[in-house]
């Protein structure tokens, strides 16, 4: 089972239509890897046990706490579970066919983790680590998907530090797609989108440093630091709670546009008022000027204000892995 070559997947839902899903995919063996030689199992909820000899102990994800916790009409009700898998954004974009939509897949250990830039690395235990799908029809604010997603996020470790009690932990945006606390990244985003059928198919990949203090840190880390004697942050509770706000949030935005979200995705955004160096070539000189962020375009990027109270619309170049450096600006 933890051969590259091999993959094993538990097919779960929250209700009997789910369920039938679940069952319908493993008779007809229709979920493939991308990778073709690799072997898939497929396994339902019940029969776990057969797969993992130690399900019971607490580094792996636990479906029924997940799925007692859920409280939505459509995401997040038809769940895979694996526990090592190449890249959950991979499997459910590859299959995204086949699955209903909302359906999400869990790792607890992923080797082959998408990131922009075509980034790969290998995620530990403790990390969160989930893709979902979803289906769009206006191609304009599909690049916005991704601020809906992190504010859910964020919004979503909030809910349920209320809710057990525990010390309020605040989770920063990193325009465009990262997550940041106490200065130190602990998650990021990633959306990639096919179009088929008149439809956007949207793929949604979400990393959350929930239990694993490296590379950087981690939510209980902080949560200890705070209050030694927390009860700990559950990926489980974090995860339901994100599809309860996630939804909730999408037709918002889906109805009345992002400006529905705005005022408080810039509550949670680092950049309200930040000051950034662009740089312009201008003949075969690199002149620097100083622009202050406002906050979003219609098109999501950065809209900025320069010294002489002109406003801009800041691209990032594609050359820098900091979004904040090698921005590009245009008059608007």
């Known amino acids: 089972m933890d051969g590259d070559d091999s993959c094993s997947l538990v097919l779960c839902g929250k209700s009997s239509v789910e369920n039938d899903t679940a069952k319908r995919l493993k008779n007809e063996n229709l979920l493939k890897l991308p990778d073709d030689t690799s072997k898939v199992s497929l396994f339902l909820a019940s029969e776990i046990k057969n797969l993992v000899r130690d399900y019971d102990d607490d580094d792996s994800f636990n479906?029924?706490?997940?799925?007692?916790?859920?409280?939505?009409?459509?995401?997040?009700?038809?769940?895979?579970?694996?526990?090592?898998?190449?890249?959950?954004?991979?499997?459910?974009?590859?299959?995204?066919?086949?699955?209903?939509?909302?359906?999400?897949?869990?790792?607890?250990?992923?080797?082959?983790?998408?990131?922009?830039?075509?980034?790969?690395?290998?995620?530990?235990?403790?990390?969160?680590?989930?893709?979902?799908?979803?289906?769009?029809?206006?191609g304009r604010i599909v690049p916005l998907i991704q601020y809906v997603v992190s504010l859910a996020v964020t919004e979503a470790v909030k809910d349920v530090c209320d809710n057990k009690g525990l010390p309020y932990i605040d989770v920063k945006i990193k325009w465009p797609n990262d997550l940041y606390l106490n200065d130190l990244k602990v998650g990021g985003i990633l959306c990639t989108s096919t179009y088929r059928s008149r439809k956007f198919h949207v793929s949604v990949g979400v990393g959350l440093n929930?239990?694993?203090?490296?590379?950087?840190?981690?939510?209980?880390?902080?949560?200890?630091?705070?209050?030694?004697?927390?009860?700990?942050?559950?990926?489980?509770?974090?995860?339901?709670?994100?599809?309860?706000?996630?939804?909730?949030?999408?037709?918002?935005?889906?109805?009345q546009g992002f400006k529905s979200l705005e005022e408080l995705y810039y509550r949670t955004w680092l950049h309200s008022g930040q000051r950034v160096i662009i740089e312009d070539k201008i003949e075969d000189q690199v002149v620097q000027n100083i622009v202050t962020i406002q906050?979003?375009?219609?098109?999501?990027?950065?809209?900025?204000?320069?010294?002489?109270?002109?406003?801009?619309?800041?691209?990032?170049?594609?050359?820098?892995?900091?979004?904040?450096?090698?921005?590009?600006?245009?008059?608007?």
């Open 63 to 138: 479906l029924p706490l997940f799925m007692n916790s859920l409280s939505t009409s459509r995401f997040g009700r038809f769940l895979i579970w694996s526990p090592r898998l190449s890249s959950t954004h991979d499997l459910v974009s590859h299959n995204f066919s086949e699955l209903p939509v909302g359906s999400v897949c869990v790792s607890d250990i992923q080797f082959k983790g998408r990131g922009r830039t075509m980034n790969i690395w290998e995620s530990p235990k403790g990390c969160l680590m989930y893709s979902f799908t979803v289906e769009m029809e206006d």
């Open 210 to 255: 929930v239990d694993n203090d490296q590379p950087t840190t981690c939510l209980n880390a902080v949560l200890k630091d705070i209050s030694p004697a927390s009860i700990l942050l559950k990926r489980e509770e974090i995860i339901a709670a994100f599809f309860h706000k996630f939804e909730k949030f999408f037709d918002l935005f889906i109805d």
């Open 295 to 332: 906050g979003l375009t219609s098109s999501g990027y950065l809209l900025a204000i320069g010294d002489d109270y002109q406003m801009y619309e800041l691209h990032p170049d594609g050359n820098s892995f900091d979004f904040f450096k090698g921005l590009v600006r245009r008059k608007i």
